[in-house]
């Protein structure tokens, strides 16, 4: 493709002082750089996950995901949350807890123990270290590949306000955790 192969224009030379040719310098950059190895269980996912993209399914799964996570991003402003973007065209949310008087980490730790699984995030101009973040990240995907609809979603912020109002309260998180797996039992992993 690159015609005659020549010496490297920025004179790059090998361990040994040779001058590298230009024909290497591309290879390198190709492979290992940015192909990678043609992987076989690489190719097989993306013809899998290719396949399922295909299906009329996966456009209402998708359109589900979105109206999820907008019944989520509006039930936490209607309680007072901060969401960063003011609401969510996409599968997530970021939420900034500072209003709240909760650290991410706090918030993160005390949802985990009620079975509720989110993760601490940074959010815009934070006051907080990495390890600790003034904020949370909530997604979609998951929950609405187990079958959940928007007030399904609206159900989940309603446990997610009651711990983090008290998230020190073992009582509460305890009673959320109960509250949370009895309603799982209906939207099971996996199918039998």
């Not at 390198?28 to 996950?49: C, D, N, R, T």
């Not at 990495?130 to 187990?146: D, H, K, L, Q």
Request: hydrophobic share 40%.
């Amino acid at each position: 493709m690159m015609g005659n192969n020549f010496d490297n224009p920025w004179g790059r030379k090998t361990k040994k002082g040779n001058p590298i040719k230009m024909s290497a310098i591309l290879n390198s950059g190709v492979f290992p750089g940015m192909q990678g190895g043609p992987l076989e269980h690489v190719i097989a996912a993306k013809a899998v996950a290719f396949g399922e993209a295909l299906q009329p399914s996966f456009k209402s799964y998708g359109e589900q995901v979105i109206k999820n996570a907008q019944a989520m991003s509006d039930s936490l402003m209607a309680k007072g949350y901060d969401i960063i973007s003011g609401g969510t065209d996409n599968h997530l949310m970021l939420i900034d807890l500072r209003n709240k008087g909760i650290t991410g980490k706090e918030a993160e730790k005390a949802l985990v123990e009620a079975d509720i699984t989110v993760n601490k995030n940074m959010v815009p101009f934070d006051t907080q270290s990495p390890f600790i973040t003034s904020g949370i990240r909530i997604g979609t995907a998951a929950v609405t590949t187990r079958g959940f609809k928007e007030d399904d979603c609206r159900k989940i912020i309603d446990w997610m306000d009651r711990v983090l109002a008290e998230h020190t309260n073992e009582s509460v998180i305890a009673a959320v955790r109960k509250e949370v797996n009895a309603y799982m039992e209906d939207f099971p992993l996996y199918a039998a």
